[in-house]
């Protein structure tokens, strides 16, 4: 595996040599925050002398990145992701896709040979490790042992200059920007993602995915489809890595188990294929991450994957226990739009949650979460099936039921659940409520037909391609299922909400059309039914109480559902 942010000790010394290293062309061209960061950081001022900014131009500095960095057309900017790592996001004028380049602490001349040294060192304390198998507990061991193998000295002439190191038998010699690097390139290789740990800690990806020879690739929330600085060059490089991956995550590969499905530490989700007979580009992988604060509904409607009059509606349904089902194709944000909607179940209900693999994120106290267990490698296990989750979860008496991702025959329990009063809600592979119904009655999922009107809404998302080309995350439909007429064998479908792709709004195209809100939502809250169209003025007075929350700024997940919690109290949003 390489890595474009690498710089030789030669590099280093011609660029510094010679007085103050910042009293250089490219230090004045550079923004003041990048003149600050680049003085604070030797790594950072490293990278750029390495950088080719004659070709690129001089990169913007970024401290926080916001929407607006989401329009530009041919991005070349610098921002911070923590623990000194910073991120340059660079133009690629040939390619689709533009360069993410990690810029770590380790790009400090000379660190590979210093490593090596530190290494060898380490092996006289490797009874300190014992007993450290929490990543935490271990790191805080690793930093403190290089604190003892290593001793701090100024350098001489600069920066970046190199000090005669001797390595005695009592400690190493380095500069503070040396130990630095050490320190993080210890914890990131012995505890951490090696040469991932960058990609896993931006907040900013939200997936990493290797196809096999040549570069990463990385899906960014602002920047779209990017290639990372991280490459392979053979096939037998990416099965050593995809090898030692496996591993280290407690899940090894196997010619006999080429495929595995874990979770990170950090709750991300990664799949790997080994070897080439499965796979005939090779082993390869793919990381989706996870995000510690879910967005909020407020956050969606920021982002125009729905609107205020969607949510309120949403929230209706909700609270009356109608059963719902997101239903998309692949990274359409099904389990994102999912997470968000769970703001709007009664603060006090009890929440059962049931996947394949943990993903669903439900900010109410009184959550049990239930996660599939395969078949344990020993005679002390047993294998926990997504059937056997939820026959369980009925009798726990759930208020509501949270499948993760609806596939096979738990699907049929799922909808007996359903009529037995326990309202559901699930996400679905499917780009329509018209092939939704056709998967769900078909094998192997295999629900009656006469059971499909007990689903009452089905939301459609969909990545859609605005005018100019950006892609993006839509609300493309909502949709009340009303009834199924076995004589012509067909179902009775309400569109309420339908996106324009010309506009790119969404249409209240259900207005005084629907069944949910006239016929049940509104007798379930004391509505008369000559009076029943009053429900449309009670949503709309919802929405616009949604978007003063936005102007307030109560748009994070967990405090949203704070003031919904808050609001249900008091006897508002019931």
Known sequence: MTTRTQISTEEARHAHSGGDPFDCPLFRMLPTGLQEQSRAQPHLWAYLHSADVEEFGTPEYAPVLGRNHKEIARPNLIYPTGKGIFVHIKPDDNDARDFYVAIEPNSIPGLEELMQQVDRRMVDYVDALEGTEDPERRAEVLLELVDRICEVREAVGGVFSRIFRRSSPRKIQVTKAELEGVKYMIVRDKTGMGPLEPMIADGQIEDISCSGIGPLFIEHKLFGGLKASISFTTAEEIDRFVLRLSEKIGRPVTFREPIVDAVLPDGSRVNIVFGGDVSKRGSNFTIRKFSEEPLSLLDLISFRSLSYEMAAYLSFMLREGMNIFVSGETASGKTTLLNA??????????????????????????????????????????????????????????????????????????????????????????????????????????????????LNVVVVTSQVALPTGRPVRRVISINEIIGYEPSTDSFSLVEIFRWNPYTDEHEFVGYHNSYLLEHVVSPKRGISPNNRRRIYGELEQRSHVLKKLTESGHTGFRDFYSVMAKAYREGFFR
């Open 341 to 454: 909607m769970t703001t709007f179940i009664r603060p006090n209900a009890k929440i059962v949650t049931i996947e394949d693999t943990p993903e669903v994120q439900v900010p109410h106290p009184n959550w049990t979460r239930g996660v599939v267990r395969g078949s344990s490698r020993d005679a002390s296990g047993a294998s926990v099936t997504m059937m056997d989750l939820l026959k369980a979860s009925l009798r726990q008496r759930p208020d509501e039921i949270i499948i993760g991702e609806i596939r096979g025959e738990e699907g049929s329990v799922a909808f007996q659940a359903m009529q037995t009063g326990h309202a559901c809600m699930a996400t679905f592979h499917a780009s329509s409520v018209e092939k939704l119904i056709q998967r769900l009655t078909g094998s192997p999922i295999n629900v009656p037909r006469t059971y499909i009107d007990i």
